[in-house]
């Protein structure tokens, strides 16, 4: 690295979103010296609009639970599914983990920047549009070159320890090729926010909605109600799915709606006012978790897939872990961070895995539409979908695989 003017801080975190904000918040509380190096401007889009009711704990352990709920946030107590003529509901209110039953779904734009004020209201600095260019872990504290979009100045910053809450951005797997393929296939989403002008009874604002296609079970439609009469509406498809399709995405976005009357029907009125975004190949991973010197939160260690809204939930608590961990560090104390982080976090993150995949290849479907499910294995399935995907006293988390596959069985044969 080129000489430059060097800032020496305690702990950096890159990344003001729900997971740096959150990790940010806990370490000041602790005492710790903090500063937060965001690349955007805040409020900035982004998706992953629906919380779920896991979130809220990590929210309320930041002392950021009053802000969110006074912030007139859509309600949210649970998720409903939709294929065909077929309809089942979950109420995270009646679930097998005790626990936070009801959360908000969020315009990103506002949480996140509530999030990250929160933060600075308990004296978190926090810079935006300055960007790490070049990390150094090779000698005794970790160095990293930042750059100040505003002028195009560099200078570095020299700290105890780094926490990369970058989400899509990546910046540590990018920077020390931490980077590894994802398993999951190549997916894309298309996505609008609209006018929704839902008068339909049998719609629930107070529920995220997940559509399956008719006729093609690997694709499915997030309907996500905001507290302003809009909704956030996407499809969520193998690459492959999108061959033939118009190349315009709000046409390409509408036709898929068209071909799934379930979702028509209640969006017959809606007004379709802003343009669709693509995003894709969004699935990624990393060869570990954490290093000499930082360790990775969130979706800037891996992503999985939108489906079930575990984005927020996995990024918030690997915040708390993280910040709980690093502040025994910054105490004295030898943290083994394979044992104490990255293997706690992967149980709950290979939980949301085994659903993920059970949802693409239809078993897990299976058991969402079942039409005879007993109340108990509701309540399981519904701690799991709530984002309490940790508690292994919950049988469909100890043995996710196994268990899924058993009952998929049994529901498709009895279906």
Known sequence: MKSLEVEHRQVVVIGAGPSGAIAAALLKRQGHDVLVLERQRFPRFSIGESLLSHCLDFVEEAGMLDAVQAAGFQTKHGAAFAWGERYTE???????????????????????????????????????????????????????????????????????????????????????????????????????????????????????????????????????????????????????????????????????????????RPLQNAVWDTPARALGGYSANVKRLHGPGFALLGNAAEFLDPVFSSGVTIAMRSASIAAGLLHRQLGGETVDWEAEFAIPLKRGVDTFRAYVEGWYDGSFQDVIYYRNATPEIRRMISSILAGYAWDERNPYVAEPKRRLRVLSEFCASNG
């Open 90 to 264: 979950f109420d995270f209110r009646d679930k097998f983990t005790e626990g936070k039953g009801s959360t908000y779904q969020v315009l990103r734009a506002d949480f996140d920047k509530l999030l990250a004020d929160q933060a600075e209201l308990q004296g978190v600095e926090i810079r935006y549009e300055e960007e790490i260019v070049a990390a150094d872990f090779s000698g005794v504290r970790p160095q990293l070159s930042v750059r100040r979009l505003a002028d195009d100045g560099e200078y570095q910053v020299e700290c105890a320890f780094v926490l990369d809450g970058s989400g899509y951005g990546r910046v540590l797997p990018r920077l020390l090729d931490l980077d590894l393929p994802s398993a999951f296939p190549v997916r894309q989403a298309v996505f609008t926010h609209v006018e929704d002008r839902i008068s339909d009874p049998g719609f629930d604002r107070e529920k995220i909605l997940i559509t399956t296609h008719p006729q093609m079970r690997d694709v499915w439609f997030w309907t996500i109600p905001f507290s302003n009469g809009r909704c956030s509406l996407g499809v969520v498809a193998d690459a492959k799915r999108y061959a033939g399709r118009p190349e315009d995405m709000d046409v390409c976005l509408r036709q898929f709606v068209d071909e799934t009357p379930s979702l028509s």
